[in-house]
C-alpha cells in the first residue's frame, strides 16, 4: 500500500476540506500532494484545491519558524540530537550557502516552490533557520514561495501531469 493511499484511508472520515488541508501541512505531501489528490480523488475545483491546499501547507510555517531554534537548543544537550544537527547544518550550509549569499530570499522562495521531494516549505524553515534568517524576512519568503509551487502544482494538474508519482513513487 502507497503513502498515499494509506493518508487518503487514514482521513477517510473527515470532510475533504480539512483532508486537504491536512495532506498540505505534512512533510511526505505538502500541497504537491493535496492538490492532484483534491482534484483527482475528492473531485474539488482548481481554486478550491490550490485555496486549502496552499493554506493547510503555510499552517506548520509559523510554528517552525519561530520553534525550531528553542527545540533544537533543548535537543542539543543530547549527544545524539547535537551529532545530527552538526551534521544537517554543514550539509545545509555546503549545499546552498552560494545560492543563498547571491540571491537571499528569492532562493529561499525559489527553494520552496520547487515542488520536489526535499524542497517545500518543511525544508524551507529548516533552511531559514540554518541561515539565521529572521522571522519577519523568512515567513513571506516561504509564503511566496509556498504560493508559487501551488500555482505550478494546479497547473500542471489540470493539464493532466500529475506530480504524485514523483512525491509518492506510485
Known sequence: MSVETLL??????????????ILGALPVSELRGA??????IYGMGPFEAFFFSVLGNLLPVIPLLL?????????????IFDTFFIWLFSRTRQNNTESFEKYGLLALAIFVAIPLPATGAWS????????????????????????????????????????????FGV
Do not use: Q
Open 35 to 40: 492538490i492532484p489528490v483534491a482534484m483527482g
Open 124 to 167: 524551507g524553515c529548516a533552511a531559514a533557520f540554518v541561515f539565521g534568517v529572521k522571522f519577519k524576512h523568512s515567513f513571506p519568503a516561504i509564503a511566496a514561495g509556498v504560493m508559487m509551487a501551488g500555482i505550478l502544482v494546479t497547473v500542471l494538474t489540470v493539464t493532466g501531469i500529475g506530480l504524485v508519482d514523483l512525491v
Open 8 to 21: 487518503i484511508e487514514m482521513l477517510g472520515s473527515v470532510p475533504h476540506w480539512i483532508a486537504v488541508l
Open 67 to 79: 520553534f525550531l531554534e528553542p527545540v533544537s537548543n533543548y535537543l542539543r544537550r543530547y549527544r
